[in-house]
């Protein structure tokens, strides 16, 4: 129900000269239709068919297809202002980046009534960029909202068959990059959707993901130790959401002991570390207290949010 306002914001850029490429993953509602009638209208739309894989097999054909400098990926639930390509592509060039960063600007009813902010640009190295993204502070790990130079996809592609795919993937185009530009903006409207997999119940493909977070933490041991911080604290984070989305009787109790083991394992070096994010460390520290008393410092906190989203703050 979204899609065609999602397509219909990117082909009003401000920036024209682009590739469009829509994949449609194995789509059964009709979004195919609306895409191929906007493709007619608008040649630039590079229009893909394929049997459903999911969000990363999604990503991997759109990306064997680019053939242009830079790769943006825009959800299809998502809304961009019309400058926002132009913005990550001036910035990108006017600071000699690989890589352009910008917010996700939460939106729960219409985007245009959200009113335009573009903030000072700020260049980072790979490692200070990477530990930003890892500590969760001004961007994360999402996919979205990043231009980025063709040439640093090489060898890179999102895994397959596994949700919150970008967690272990988007780092390693900024290992590959030397210089980040980050420009706060609203230009990306992200949809806050509760039925979106962001906010589903854990399942154990969710859980799944921690192999490949358990292989980035060892990756970031042994070749960048002074970045193990980072990436101890993001794989904590992530344990925390799961945990704290699942419901009672939903997962495996083998899959929720794991979560709970790798917060046990992580918690001293996490509560030591001053940048580790501020929630992060206050349900590690009612974790001393049994985790009923995190859950429930979590129902009250996701009560409270869904409360302000609802009056539309």
Not at 107 to 121: I, R
Not at 240 to 257: K, M, S
Request: hydrophobic share 40%.
């Amino acid at each position: 129900k979204w899609v065609e306002e999602s397509l219909a914001s990117v082909c009003s850029q401000t920036y024209e000269n682009l590739e469009i490429i829509v994949v449609n993953d194995g789509s059964t509602d009709g979004s195919a239709a609306i895409c191929s009638r906007m493709a007619e209208v608008d040649h630039r739309i590079r229009l893909l068919h394929q049997g459903n894989g999911g969000l990363s097999a999604a990503r991997n054909a759109g990306l064997d297809l680019a053939q242009g400098e830079y790769v943006l990926f825009i959800d299809s639930d998502d809304v961009v202002h019309r400058s926002h390509i132009e913005l990550l592509y001036t910035t990108l060039v006017d600071h000699g980046a690989d890589i352009a960063v910008t917010d996700m600007t939460r939106f729960s009813g219409a985007y245009e009534s959200l009113d335009l902010t573009v903030g000072a640009s700020n260049g980072l190295t790979s490692k200070d960029a990477i530990k930003i993204m890892l500590y969760q502070k001004n961007f994360d790990s999402c996919a979205q909202s990043k231009l980025a130079k063709t040439q640093l996809w090489d060898g890179v592609r999102f895994p397959v068959g596994y949700l919150h795919e970008d967690l272990p993937t988007t780092y390693k185009l900024f290992l590959a990059c030397d210089r980040v530009v980050y420009v706060p903006s609203s230009t990306y409207g992200y949809r806050w959707n509760y039925d979106g997999i962001n906010l589903s119940p854990t399942s154990s493909q969710k859980v799944r993901t921690l192999d490949l977070l358990d292989d980035m933490v060892n990756d970031f041991e042994v070749h960048h130790p002074d970045l193990i911080n980072a990436a101890v604290c993001l794989r904590t984070s992530f344990c925390f959401h799961l945990l704290l989305n699942c419901r009672e009787g939903y997962l495996p109790a083998a899959d929720e002991e794991r979560l709970k083991c790798t917060i046990l394992h992580d918690r001293r070096r996490v509560l030591l570390c001053t940048e580790a994010r501020r929630k992060t460390r206050l349900a590690l520290a009612l974790s001393f207290f049994g985790w009923d008393v995190v859950h429930a410092a979590f129902a009250l906190v996701k009560r409270d949010g869904q409360k302000l989203t609802e009056h539309g703050v």
